[in-house]
């Protein structure tokens, strides 16, 4: 099992603040995905990054992947409420399997008005 | 389009009970997956099929099977529930695009399932 360790595990904030959360893991991959689960609801992706240095831009949260695709970092701008949920890393299984996803534990997010 | 779809969306068994979950997903994507999602432990991979007609284990497959009936639909089924299989279990389906290249799974709602 390839892990992905991500911190941190849990983070309450108020609107308007930065926050950044992370995703390690000691292997080299390929790609890897982030994804976001509101309360009572399943995950929903929010970005595939492949390229090592690779910054993605999505409104107010940037998402970076290592220059030696071993980490990547989410960064929320100025937080709303709306971003409260659980914010989860995966990456393949199987290098070039493509298809099933190792998830890390995940970092629980809060934020409040 | 209704996307990923799971039933039931809450259940209560006794220890010892049978069940299946049923999921179906109607975007004909090929491959199929269940996960469980316990406090602290993100999503865990149960079973996943690939394509129709094939099934693979897992991170975590004791205590569960599963039938890929179709392209549209794959349930779990727990044999003999245990109070460890207290869990929210998530389906999810995805594409599977050529190359390996990681494509996107969608999720279904979940079934919270309570083991006593």
């Known amino acids: 099992t390839q892990l992905l360790e991500q911190s941190p595990q849990f983070l309450s904030i108020q609107e308007g603040e930065n926050l950044t959360v992370y995703c390690n893991s000691s292997?080299?991959?390929?790609?890897l995905q982030w994804y976001r689960q509101e309360p009572g609801e399943g995950p929903v992706l929010l970005v595939t990054?492949?390229?090592?240095?690779e910054v993605k831009k999505l409104k107010r949260l940037t998402f970076q992947f290592g220059d030696a695709r071993k980490d990547s970092s989410l960064h929320i701008t100025a937080a709303q409420p709306g971003d409260t949920g659980l914010y989860l890393c995966?990456?393949?299984?199987?290098?070039?399997?493509?298809?099933?996803?190792?998830f890390g534990k995940g970092t629980s997010l809060l934020v409040t008005p | 389009n209704a996307g990923v779809t799971q039933t039931p969306k809450f259940q209560v068994l006794k220890t010892g009970q049978s069940m299946t979950l049923q999921c179906a997903q109607d975007?004909?994507?090929?491959?199929m997956y269940w996960y469980r999602q316990d406090p602290g432990m993100g999503l865990r991979l149960i079973y996943y099929?690939?394509?129709?007609?094939?099934?693979d284990k897992g991170e975590v497959p004791n205590g569960y099977n599963v039938s890929r009936l179709n392209k549209r639909e794959f349930s779990l089924r727990l044999e003999s529930a245990a109070p460890s299989q207290t869990s929210v279990y998530f389906c999810?389906?995805?594409?599977?695009?050529?190359?390996?290249?990681?494509?996107?799974?969608?999720f279904g709602p979940g079934t919270r399932l309570t083991v006593l």
């Open positions: 999810a389906s995805s594409r599977r695009l050529a190359g390996g290249s990681t494509d996107t799974q969608y």
């Open positions: 292997s080299v991959f390929s790609s």
């Open positions: 990054v492949v390229t090592g240095g």
């Open positions: 995966a990456r393949s299984r199987e290098e070039n399997s493509g298809y099933a996803l190792n």
């Open positions: 975007m004909n994507h090929n491959s």
């Open positions: 099929s690939a394509s129709e007609g094939t099934t």
